[in-house]
């Protein structure tokens, strides 16, 4: 059981470069969320979803996108990389009864 | 605007003393808080939790206190030791809102020195 995984865990990209981040979780669990986290800004939520095929915006979701094409996997794209969006991001599921979260150990991203 | 709200950036404590770490929140409709550590380069780790329905949880050297009247909740750990030393989130969810999401204060950087 590994949990919450993320890939890649550091990238430097280009302004203007696309990628996207994948997160795994073998618990499976119905929600999946992604954060990205800057200094002095805690967590903050860009989209989420609440099931396999499901999406939805969260607080700071422009400039993203996201799939969730398998239950176990939810990826996080950015189609034109700006150095706004230098950040370090993580990715976290839970199940629908508990209550309980997992986050993932986060990849960094650096867009120059 | 921040519907939780962690005011003190840092905080700094003496091994074997109380650290107590405060978070305030403006809506009403949360019913669940949660604190998580997290060290340089991790993901954040679940601490501990409280349900609006309580007042006090304990699990070990950490307590959680909720005023709902106040809209504050706080993290008492006692005895500190320096391994607690790391950034400490305050979270709350809503369970009427849509996947209910975790929102997350800014943090608080706790260092407990020997």
């Known amino acids: 059981n590994a949990g919450v995984t993320q890939t890649p865990k550091f990238r430097v990209l280009k302004t203007g470069q696309s990628m996207t981040l994948l997160c795994a979780q073998d618990?499976?669990?119905?929600?999946m969320y992604w954060y990205r986290q800057d200094p002095g800004m805690g967590l903050r939520l860009i989209h989420y979803s609440v099931g396999e095929g499901t999406t939805a915006k969260g607080e700071v979701p422009d400039g993203y996108n996201v799939s969730r094409l398998k239950k176990q996997n939810f990826l996080l794209g950015l189609e034109s990389a700006a150095p706004s969006q230098t950040s370090v991001y993580f990715c976290?599921?839970?199940?629908?009864?508990?209550?309980?979260?997992?986050f993932g150990p986060g990849t960094r991203l650096t867009v120059t | 605007d921040q519907q939780v709200k962690q005011n003190s950036p840092s905080l700094s404590v003496q091994e074997g003393r109380i650290s107590i770490l405060n978070c305030d929140y403006t809506?009403?409709?949360?019913?669940?808080f949660l604190w998580y550590k997290k060290y340089p380069a991790e993901g954040p780790t679940f601490l501990i939790s409280i349900s609006s329905i309580k007042d006090k949880n304990e699990d070990g050297r950490f307590t959680v206190f909720l005023n709902k009247s106040a809209k504050h909740l706080s993290l008492h750990i006692v005895p500190s030791q320096p391994g607690d030393s790391a950034v400490y989130f305050c979270?709350?969810?809503?369970?009427?809102?849509?996947?209910?999401?975790?929102?997350f204060g800014k943090g608080t950087t706790l260092s407990v020195s020997s």
């Open positions: 618990m499976n669990h119905e929600y």
């Open positions: 979270a709350a969810s809503a369970k009427g809102q849509a996947g209910t999401a975790l929102i």
């Open positions: 809506n009403s409709m949360f019913d669940y």
């Open positions: 976290a599921s839970r199940g629908t009864a508990g209550s309980e979260w997992y």
